[in-house]
């Protein structure tokens, strides 16, 4: 069974027992503004016990249902009924006519003729949706505040808050600095809102604060400028899209609390999120710094630290098989003459397979070559993929296994050994060719 529970005004005492909010092993996702029960971290099964979600909303109408919803979804956590914000203190809630877009900020009526139009409702518009409620003072607390007084942890922070994403997150500077890996946050190229800050401002803030962009939402949030009639209408424009932000691994091993669990979590956070290669960064980062000697690494105590470490060890173990790179493809004067008087557009990106394998196998065992070819292409899971599936991450490993096959087509077809459609080589004829003459 979960456990959820609610907490009001976010004191110390009320925030999940010590025993939870204290433990650091576990994975601590913090959602702001999360009215509908939803959490922007992923929740996935296999990884439920070793994570605990939190779920703050100022609007206490609203938290008996956040708690059936997280109850349904089987999420462990809690809810929080608190308004978190720039600076700790007492300030108007705006509750608007759609409680989704209630806000500590007000409305901009400059967008109020904006809209978009949804299947559940017909025509939103910007006006109608964000027009004032009910005005409600609250308490407000920041990250930070909550932070020193709780000793509550927080590794991942996803914001919906309408209006204050920065100011929320101006208010976590510490928090930004020592715990927090990664960020999600819809981020507006209009100031909806009065005083909101927009998309450069924050992603300025996020890197200052030593976070890299990973991912721009592939479906932006679209609003029509002007409400035409039926007939009449076409496409909305880009008006807000949704970032996610991942700390860089170099900058754990400087300033955060507990290193090696910071980067267990943020390689977690990026493997959820498709980044297996962000995932394998991490290690890399921890073998550097010297973290691997952690009594947690003899001992681990939760799955995704099982899981990273099964990664990172057999990484380092493994023989490595790497792609064809641009320095294979062209000589630095065969990249310059690309681009001389003579040379066809067409062929900027023709090389010559003779070429490329001669600089290729320069560093590189033929035989090992083939054997390791043969490996990726094989109907057997192996290395990354097969320990990704022994933990039930199953989507990853189709992702690492998809991955494995095409770029190992790739070089086959850069180094001039197979056809540029084929996708079995003919291994016997490769072995004889390539061994007798690798360049």
Known sequence: MPYITHAQNAHKDQIMTDGLRLDRSRIHAHHVGGRDGSFQYPVVKIFNDDTVYYNYEADEDCIEQMQSIM???????????????????????NINYDPFTSSLRKNNSRYAHYYRNIDSV???????????????????????????????????????????????????IKALREQIIGISVEVVLIEAFLGQETLGQVIDLATRSGFRIVRFDEEPHRWSTYRPALGWRGGPIDCAIDILFLKDPLRIPETYTNPLYSLMKLATAALLNGYMDYAMEC??????????????????????????????????????????????????????????????????????????RGRYFHNQDPATFLRLCREMLGAEPMGAEKILRRHGMLRTADTVRAEAKKQTLQTLRLLGLIDAEATEPDWKRLEAELLANPG
């Open 283 to 356: 290690g890399a980062v921890a073998r550097s710094a010297g973290l691997l000697a952690d009594p947690v690494v003899h001992e681990p105590s939760r799955r995704y630290q099982r899981l990273l470490l099964d990664l990172w060890r057999e990484y380092e173990a493994s023989e490595k098989l790497f792609p064809v790179k641009l320095s294979h493809t062209f000589s630095r004067e065969e990249s310059r003459a690309r681009f001389s008087d003579n040379a066809a557009p067409e062929s900027m990106w023709a090389s010559d397979p003779a070429k490329v």
């Open 122 to 172: 017909g025509d939103y518009l910007i006006g109608e949706a964000m027009a004032l409620a009910e005005c409600r003072p609250l308490k407000v607390r920041t990250i930070d505040s909550l932070v020193a007084e709780t000793g509550m942890l927080i590794d991942y922070v996803s914001l919906d808050v309408h209006g204050v994403e920065y100011g929320l997150l101006t208010g976590a």
């Open 71 to 93: 109850a349904t979804k089987n999420i462990h956590g809690q809810v929080i009924g608190a308004a978190i914000g720039p600076e700790d203190g007492t300030f108007d809630f």
